[in-house]
């Protein structure tokens, strides 16, 4: 079992930036890919950005280079930079993790960090 827990969310004018953290902790060895996911009010959960272990990653349509996924190995952290916040951005950012372990696929969210962007 993979627990994530983010921070860093907050409120912040437009055009400003923001780097979110996700600590993962316990089977650490299991994660193949990990990333960042968002909600906004009443819309559906939508893909930031995915890394997996072999460095691909997959990124949402809305992206446009202001997103950047990277990931501290050492301390097992996850982050996401979002630059030229924009009213739009408002959300509910999760992370995720991809597991496989025992030769079962499994994945993990956390409880989310929310990001509120004013105009």
């Known amino acids: 079992q993979v627990q994530l827990v983010e921070s860093g969310g907050g409120l912040v004018q437009s055009g400003e930036s923001l780097r979110l953290s996700c600590q993962a902790s316990?089977?650490?060895?299991?994660?193949?890919?990990w990333g960042w996911y968002r909600q906004a009010p009443g819309k559906q959960r939508e893909l930031v950005a995915r890394?997996?272990?072999?460095?691909?990653?997959n990124l949402g349509d809305f992206v446009q280079g202001r997103f950047t996924i990277s990931r501290n190995t050492a301390k097992n952290i996850l982050y996401l930079k979002i630059d030229s916040l924009r009213p739009e951005d408002t959300a509910v950012y999760y992370c995720?993790?991809?597991?496989?372990?025992?030769?079962?696929?499994?994945?993990?969210w956390g409880q989310g960090t929310q990001v509120t962007v004013s105009s």
């Open positions: 995720h993790a991809e597991t496989l372990q025992n030769g079962r696929s499994s994945y993990s």
């Open positions: 316990g089977s650490i060895y299991a994660i193949y890919a």
């Open positions: 890394a997996a272990h072999d460095d691909l990653q």
